[in-house]
């Protein structure tokens, strides 16, 4: 005769088992170690900063001629 099965858990286990692969998979694709993650986010700041550094201030002192 065969194995008893409880259904419920080999339900659950293939459950885990599949979120268990797509976790995987996800970390090979878009996971990025802490070191990297602190590069990255270095890099982004120093080119925000640079842009910023570039803008020019439309709130200067110069008005427009006043006609009247």
């Known amino acids: 005769m065969g194995d008893v099965v409880n259904l419920n858990q080999y339900?659950?286990?293939?459950?885990?088992?599949r979120k268990a692969r797509e976790s995987a998979q996800n970390r090979a694709?878009?996971?990025?170690?802490?070191?990297?993650?602190?590069?990255?986010?270095?890099?982004?700041e120093?080119?925000?900063?640079?842009?910023?550094?570039?803008?020019l201030d439309s709130s200067g002192s110069e008005e427009p001629p006043q006609a009247g």
């Open 11 to 17: 339900r659950k286990q293939r459950e885990k088992s």
């Open 46 to 55: 120093r080119g925000t900063n640079a842009l910023d550094g570039k803008k």
């Open 29 to 44: 694709l878009f996971g990025l170690s802490k070191d990297e993650r602190t590069v990255l986010h270095d890099e982004l």
